[in-house]
């Protein structure tokens, strides 16, 4: 409250109604909230008959490389979709895969996402 107080005029402070103060994000919230980004993406793909699996190492590297602690969680959706579904897409388009379909992400040695793709044969 002090840092606010030498920051802003007491005629602000005095216009506010109420004073929220927020904890940065852990990478632990982080992760909780990748998982949360990663679940609505495959409720997505399911409408295709489409799943995806995330390894626990890439769901890690995820959440840490998006980790900015003055933005909060805002950078991590759009680093998720930089880094999974833009090349997901792409790979929709350009392979096109068959219902059942399932899209393992893992991250390799190099700290890149590699997509696996199992088609499962009728």
Same mark, same amino acid.
Not at 1 to 5: A, C, V
Not at 97 to 116: A, H, Q, R
């Given at each position: 409250?002090?840092?606010?107080?030498a920051? /802003? *005029?007491?005629?602000? =402070?005095?216009?506010?109604?109420?004073? +929220?103060?927020? @904890?940065?994000?852990?990478? &632990? &919230?982080?992760?909780?909230? +990748?998982? @949360?980004?990663?679940?609505?993406?495959?409720?997505?793909?399911?409408?295709?008959?489409?799943?995806?699996? !995330?390894?626990? &190492? %890439?769901? %890690?590297? =995820?959440?840490?490389?998006?980790?900015?602690?003055?933005?909060? %969680?805002?950078?991590? @959706?759009?680093? !998720?979709?930089?880094?999974?579904e #833009?090349? =997901? %897409?792409?790979?929709?388009? *350009?392979?096109? /895969?068959?219902?059942? #379909?399932?899209? *393992? !992400?893992?991250?390799?040695?190099?700290?890149?996402?590699?997509?696996? +793709?199992e *088609?499962?044969?009728?």
């Open positions: 409250m002090t840092s606010l107080n920051y /802003f *005029k007491p005629e602000i =402070l005095n216009r506010m109604d109420d004073i +929220v103060l927020f @904890k940065p994000l852990s990478i &632990d &919230d982080m992760s909780m909230i +990748v998982d @949360k980004i990663l679940t609505q993406l495959n409720i997505r793909l399911l409408e295709q008959r489409i799943s995806i699996e !995330v390894s626990d &190492d %890439a769901k %890690a590297w =995820l959440g840490q490389e998006a980790y900015e602690p003055q933005y909060g %969680a805002r950078p991590l @959706k759009r680093f !998720v979709q930089r880094q999974i #833009t090349p =997901l %897409a792409r790979m929709m388009i *350009k392979e096109g /895969f068959p219902e059942g #379909t399932t899209i *393992k !992400v893992n991250l390799n040695s190099d700290n890149n996402l590699t997509f696996n +793709v *088609k499962i044969h009728e």
